[in-house]
């Protein structure tokens, strides 16, 4: 501690210290918090189209768009230690070859962000600014973990590496989530119950059968 | 006299405090970021908003430096008191070496 320098580097290291303790112990207070999500989910129109995966490639695959209603509660999900919540559904159908394997692919995700990370959203500029407005003041807003959903359209339009997808049975959604937080570990849809952090209740949706193409109509001759 | 005052900066910048002074600086630096970091997580985790936690964080730290890094006064209070430069002891301290008085 004999000169400035050394002074400055001796506080600036017991710093460093001291900010991983407060981070290891925010991380720890989300343990907690309990954690009860909450959601139901189920296909609404499901309709199965030749399409290309992009303009140029060759092969023709079958894609199927499947309009979905959910209605799901995150909000216990939303602490301070936490940035953004990632929610997505999935559309899962057994596998032909394999008894234990599933396919699964994604149809529609969020990010739902807490009012502490609103400014790193990517959004324009009018859309930021009511984000930014909805939750003024309020430095956590648990209600933006409610999702309404009815009929949506889904994102991404699903198919399979067969191809083949038309007349497939047993297809399930599931509603997935992965908690960011500002410090602290990834935690995505819990496998088994950790102390007051519960599994997601419901969020799977009845098994359902893909359609098959629907076949154009000859034109009429008139 | 350019001399002098680039002396006089080199001991301004050096910021050379005494024993004592370095002992309170090391206490002082402990007992204040443990007491910024221990508000911080209280502050923040009472009104649940990490920002404000950060903020105290960072704002107590910054404080805690311009307390102790620059050479303030307080620290100097108790200056070493160095022996006279060449002096001898005038009294005998009874240092016989074969068989001569020599200190």
């Known amino acids: 501690m004999h000169s400035t320098i050394v002074r400055g580097q001796n506080v600036f290291g ?19 918090a309990p954690r009860t999500p909450k959601a139901t989910v189920a296909a609404n129109t499901v309709q199965v189209v030749r399409g290309r995966p992009h303009y140029y490639s060759t092969k023709k695959e079958e894609y199927a768009i499947i309009r979905f209603t959910m209605n799901a509660d995150f909000s216990s999900l939303f602490t301070w230690n936490t940035k953004q919540v990632f929610v997505y559904v999935s559309a899962s159908w057994p596998n032909s070859t ?26 324009g500029p009018a859309a930021m600014k009511k984000l930014l407005k909805s939750a003024k003041g309020k430095s956590i807003d648990p209600k933006r973990g409610k999702i309404d959903l009815k009929n949506q359209k889904p994102k991404y339009q699903i198919t399979a590496p067969t191809g083949k997808l038309q007349d497939t049975d047993g297809v399930v959604l599931r509603v997935h989530y992965n908690v960011q937080p500002w410090v602290g570990v990834l935690t995505w849809t819990p496998q088994i119950e950790f102390g007051s952090w519960k599994k997601l209740k419901g969020g799977v949706s009845k098994a359902f059968k893909l359609p098959s193409i629907k076949k154009k109509d000859p034109p009429k001759k008139v | 006299m350019a001399d002098q005052l680039l002396e006089q900066v080199r001991d301004i910048a050096e910021g050379q405090i005494d024993f004592e002074g370095q002992r309170l600086a090391e206490l002082l630096a402990t007992v204040l970021l443990v007491a910024v970091g221990a508000v911080s997580f209280v502050v923040g985790y009472v009104k649940q908003d990490i920002k404000l936690a950060l903020y ?44 001569k008085v020599i200190g």
Not at chain 1, 18 to 25: K, P, R
Not at chain 1, 99 to 116: M, R
Not at chain 2, 71 to 82: L, Y
């Open chain 1, 98 to 123: 394999s008894e234990e394997l599933v396919n699964e692919a994604v149809i529609w995700d969020t990010i739902i962000t807490n009012p502490s990370a609103d400014h790193l959203q990517n959004i």
């Open chain 2, 56 to 99: 105290i964080g960072l704002g107590g730290t910054a404080l805690t430096m311009g307390l102790i890094v620059p050479p303030w006064p307080f620290f100097k209070r108790h200056s070493v008191k160095w022996l006279p430069v060449g002096g001898m002891e005038k009294s005998s301290q009874g240092i016989i070496v074969d068989g």
């Open chain 1, 14 to 32: 017991f710093f460093t210290t001291v900010c991983f303790v407060v981070a290891a112990l925010i991380a720890a207070s989300d343990f907690l």
